[in-house]
């Protein structure tokens, strides 16, 4: 897997890289993970709002993409071009699933979650240590804040994730 901690590896950048991991796919001690969050997830069930103008997991797995996305961006001094959805920040959903298109959609949309995460790992494992209390191209925030960032903002997106199945069966 990229960006995964080996011996040369400084100790700072290991535990970013802990973090961003246990956050996002790796069993911790305070409950499911964002990438588990999603596991047996139907297209229906990503697309499920709880009220009108309320955000489903279909978005949440978006913006979780986008932000890993625009963080990697910053870190790595790249453009911030646009991710293969239409939007920033949040991103739509289709308004109810297409049968097999929606099942392929559903999963093109965990796919670019995971192909965010492992290229936000990469550049994180080579991201140079004495710039990590720098601030970050584009960003009033340092490369350790956003980094960190990320990892919270997967944990809480996780969380949002777990209430909102909960509410689907109440």
Same mark, same amino acid.
């Given at each position: 897997?990229?960006?995964?901690? #080996?011996?040369?590896? /400084?100790? @700072?950048?290991?535990?970013?890289?802990?973090? &961003?991991?246990?956050?996002? #796919? !790796?069993?911790?001690?305070?409950?499911?993970?964002? !990438?588990?969050?999603?596991?047996?997830?139907? /297209?229906?069930?990503? *697309?499920?709002?709880?009220?009108?103008?309320?955000? #489903? $997991?279909?978005?949440?797995? &978006?913006?979780?993409?986008?932000?890993?996305?625009?963080?990697?961006?910053?870190?790595?001094?790249?453009?911030?071009?646009?991710?293969?959805?239409?939007?920033? #920040?949040?991103? /739509?959903? /289709?308004?109810?699933?297409?049968?097999? %298109?929606?099942? *392929?959609?559903?999963?093109?949309?965990?796919?670019? *979650?995971?192909?965010?995460?492992?290229?936000? &790992?990469?550049?994180?494992?080579? +991201?140079?240590?004495?710039? &990590?209390?720098?601030?970050?191209?584009?960003?009033?925030?340092?490369?350790?804040?956003? @980094?960190?960032?990320?990892? +919270?903002?997967? $944990?809480?997106? %996780?969380?949002? @994730?777990? *209430?909102?199945?909960?509410?689907?069966?109440?």
């Amino acid at each position: 897997m990229p960006g995964r901690r #080996n011996r040369s590896t /400084p100790p @700072i950048s290991g535990f970013l890289l802990r973090a &961003l991991d246990h956050s996002f #796919n !790796h069993r911790t001690w305070h409950g499911t993970n964002l !990438h588990g969050s999603l596991r047996r997830l139907s /297209p229906e069930q990503a *697309l499920w709002r709880p009220a009108p103008g309320r955000h #489903n $997991i279909w978005e949440l797995v &978006l913006r979780a993409a986008y932000w890993k996305y625009a963080s990697r961006q910053r870190l790595v001094r790249g453009r911030r071009g646009q991710l293969p959805y239409k939007g920033s #920040n949040w991103f /739509p959903s /289709p308004s109810r699933s297409l049968g097999a %298109a929606g099942a *392929l959609d559903w999963k093109q949309v965990r796919s670019l *979650l995971q192909q965010t995460h492992d290229a936000l &790992l990469e550049a994180v494992a080579q +991201y140079p240590p004495v710039r &990590l209390h720098k601030p970050v191209h584009g960003s009033k925030w340092s490369a350790f804040d956003t @980094i960190f960032g990320v990892a +919270y903002h997967d $944990i809480y997106h %996780a969380g949002q @994730i777990q *209430l909102l199945k909960r509410l689907q069966k109440a």
